[in-house]
């Protein structure tokens, strides 16, 4: 028996009166979709607390059943998904080229994701490449366009804050220790000296005459990470897994908890995209777990603009005939279909804390009389609101796999049954 785990990235969303106060996902016309719900369980769901607005990694952490506590930084999954060696004291910030401009001897930022091409950023990396400032090096790679990450070594702390604001017409932010570790020498000394670096950067840009739109040229970081010996899927959950995405974003977050992951290039039209990973994701028969994400609906909300994202899903729903035709109809599977958080096609917020429709179809699951595909009708299925790891929890339920609590056949029995017991032989 396999899971399919379909993750349409961003999908929940707030009402508009564009759509007489529903949401893209309500608006949207998805027979297929609809149909999945119809014939599955369906319920509402949350990777942590309602209300918290997570980012992707974050919420894919938890959802695949690891805590808060364990994760490493968005920027170890980044070094890992593109390949950046990265030594286990290392601290590795995200980081941003910015479009600044100087307002009250502050960087005032004016762009703050500005369109830069790959090669522009290759080129002026290449003043700024590897900097070592009160005994620390600071090593920056270029990612995708304007998005960059810095490698910190040298006893570098990583109980620091940000310096990047996000938002347009902040300030870039002074490096600060985080409280606790005001005392921490080595905390002291990487805060000052990433504020070191930033004002190195930005005069250094400034210096060879590097604009983007008329607009001085800054780096601001966030987000500081660090390795960390995570449990493997495997063993936290006893199925052999895969995840099929388009961003390197996800092996590396594969990489860090021994998953295997397989990156396709994305296509334009984003249903025929995730045909292709679903196809795929079909023909894998030596996974039991198969993530299969796509980051189309999160990409048009962040255009905030509505009608795109309820567009945008209703191309997904093409998608979905093959669910429907090739993997329910044989009736061995499970197939779930959510998302990781809200992401609004409006306001300033990047996502937000709303919790998401969720379906489960396939393997004896309860069907409930919901009909519908979105976030107002599943709130009303049978599934009711799950939280964080019950997700994984109640897909090893419905596989199967699940451990009644209490036995234990080995030191630490894990979530799955059985464990790895050792038999009792006869010439002991
Ligand atoms: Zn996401």
């Known amino acids: 028996m396999r899971c399919f785990f379909i993750l349409l990235d961003g999908l929940g969303d707030r009402g508009f009166d564009i759509f007489h106060g529903k949401t893209p996902l309500w608006a ?5 979709l609809d ?9 509402i769901y949350h990777p942590y607390k309602i209300g918290v607005s997570l980012p992707s990694e974050i919420a894919h952490f938890l959802m695949l059943g690891y805590g808060l506590d364990e994760f490493p930084g968005r920027g170890i999954l980044e070094a890992l998904g593109n390949n950046i060696h990265v030594k286990k004291d290392d601290v590795v910030l995200m980081a941003r080229l910015l479009g600044i401009r100087e307002y009250n001897g ?75 570790y005001g005392d921490d020498i080595n905390t002291i ?13 930005y005069k250094t840009l400034n210096k060879h005459n590097y604009k983007i739109k008329n607009n001085n040229i800054a780096i601001a970081t966030q987000r500081p990470g660090k390795l960390k010996d995570i449990q493997d899927f495997k063993d936290r959950w006893g199925l052999r897994a895969v995840s099929i995405s388009s961003s ?16 396709i290039d994305p296509i334009q039209d984003v249903g025929k995209d995730l045909l292709k990973k679903l196809e795929l994701a079909y023909e894998l028969k030596d996974y039991e777990f198969i993530h299969i994400h796509t980051k189309a609906p999160d990409e048009a909300a962040h255009k905030k603009d509505p009608i795109l994202k309820k567009n945008i899903i209703e191309s997904l729903d093409r998608a979905f005939d093959f669910v429907i ?17 809200s992401t609004p096609s409006c306001g300033q917020m990047i996502h937000s804390g709303e919790v998401v429709p969720i379906v489960f179809a396939g393997c004896g699951v309860r069907v409930d009389d919901v009909d519908r595909f979105d976030e107002i009708s599943c709130a009303k299925g049978a599934i009711g609101l799950i939280k964080g790891h019950e997700l994984m929890s109640m ?12 036995l234990s056949d080995c030191e630490e029995p894990p979530f799955y049954f059985p464990g790895n017991f050792e038999p009792l032989c006869l010439k002991e």
């Not at 035709?325 to 958080?341: F, N």
């Not at 897909?395 to 209490?406: A, E, P, S, V």
């Open 248 to 263: 390197k974003l996800y092996k590396g977050l594969c990489d860090i908890i021994g998953m295997d992951s397989i990156i």
């Open 395 to 406: 897909i090893l339920n419905l596989m199967d796999r699940g451990r009644l609590l209490g």
């Open 35 to 43: 149909y999945i719900a119809k014939i599955g369980g369906t319920g």
């Open 325 to 341: 035709h090739d993997i329910l109809s044989k009736k061995q599977d499970l197939v779930v279909i959510t998302s990781d958080h």
């Open 189 to 201: 000394k990487t805060a000052n000296a990433l504020n070191k670096y930033i004002l190195f950067v």
């Open 28 to 32: 949207a016309t998805t027979p297929n």
């Open 106 to 180: 502050r960087l005032l930022v004016i762009d703050e994701k500005p369109k830069v091409s790959d090669n522009f950023v290759k080129e002026l990396i290449k003043t700024i490449e590897f900097v070592k400032i009160d005994g620390i090096s600071f090593k920056l790679y270029p990612i995708k366009e304007s998005f960059c990450i810095v490698v910190l070594s040298n006893n570098a702390s990583g109980y620091i804050t940000d310096s990047n604001p996000i938002f347009k017409d902040y300030p870039i932010f002074k490096v600060k220790p985080l409280k606790g």
